[in-house]
């Protein structure tokens, strides 16, 4: 069992900077995936970005690369998406998700653990 905390999120205009964290309840030594996910206005729920531990490895989607940075404090559990030069269609509620699962399959299937969201509007 997961439980997965948010914090962060907000309004701000577009060209400006936001960062979300999650705190996770993760047994030390696990492996797992933890993402971001997003649901626009109106629009279904998309993958942002994803990282894997301990591999490390990590995936952006392609409307966010360049923009968003992913990092994580594994002392911590904390997981921060960092978000520059954001865009109108930033939009959204701001989920954060985990599993046991590896990412390639949390970005199509989904995870099994969430967070409650967060939002984040961009103003144009």
């Known amino acids: 069992q997961m439980q997965l905390m948010e914090s962060g999120g907000g309004s701000v205009q577009a060209g400006g900077s936001l960062r979300l964290s999650c705190t996770a309840s993760?047994?030390?030594?696990?492996?797992?995936?933890m993402a971001w996910f997003r649901r626009p206005p109106g629009k279904n729920r998309e993958v942002v970005a994803s990282?894997?531990?301990?591999?490390?490895?990590?995936f952006y989607a392609d409307s966010v690369n360049g923009r968003f940075t992913l990092s994580q404090d594994n002392d911590k559990n904390t997981l921060y998406l960092l978000m520059n030069n954001l865009k109108p269609e930033d939009t959204g509620t701001y989920y954060c998700?985990?599993?046991?699962?590896?990412?390639?399959?949390?970005?199509?299937?989904?995870?099994?653990?969430w967070g409650r969201g967060t939002q984040v509007t961009v103003s144009s």
């Open positions: 998700a985990a599993d046991y699962q590896n990412c390639e399959w949390v970005q199509i299937h989904g995870a099994n653990y």
């Open positions: 993760i047994s030390s030594g696990s492996s797992y995936c």
């Open positions: 990282i894997h531990t301990p591999i490390g490895r990590i």
